[in-house]
């Protein structure tokens, strides 16, 4: 299975980014897809999941209404549209893909993934 993030960037705050990933050696639509982020010396912290048919969708509290996940199955590609970045979405952002069709209840949690990228970085600069 590889796993490729991209679209990071180095934006002003209030700018957009959108990332990708692309995943290849898996069945796609058989997994359940999140992104997570870490910033230097914090944990890991999980974005938001989207199950495989797009529905439901989860978003971290600090995220809502800004960040827009989605995917295309056809593409096998998944997508974080993020909006009015502020400094701290500043981070390595990750994308992970669980063995489930549907977000797993603990869907924060990283050992719940099978698959995983090496990252795409954000940087938001005030």
């Known amino acids: 299975v590889q796993v490729a993030e991209s679209g990071g960037g180095l934006v002003q705050t209030g700018e957009s980014l959108r990332l990708s990933c692309t995943i290849s050696?898996?069945?796609?639509?058989?997994?359940?897809m999140s992104w997570f982020r870490q910033a230097p010396g914090k944990e890991r912290e999980g974005v938001s999941c989207?199950?495989?048919?797009?529905?439901?969708?989860y978003y971290t509290d600090s995220v809502k209404s800004r960040f827009t996940i989605s995917r295309d199955n056809a593409k096998n590609t998944l997508y974080l549209q993020m909006d009015n970045l502020k400094s701290e979405d500043s981070a390595l952002y990750y994308c992970?893909?669980?063995?489930?069709?549907?977000?797993?209840?603990?869907?924060?949690?990283?050992?719940?993934?099978?698959?995983w990228g090496q990252g795409t970085q954000v940087t938001v600069s005030s």
């Open positions: 992970a893909a669980a063995p489930y069709g549907y977000c797993p209840d603990s869907w924060t949690y990283a050992p719940a993934y099978a698959h």
């Open positions: 050696g898996m069945a796609f639509d058989d997994y359940a």
């Open positions: 989207i199950s495989w048919n797009a529905n439901p969708t």
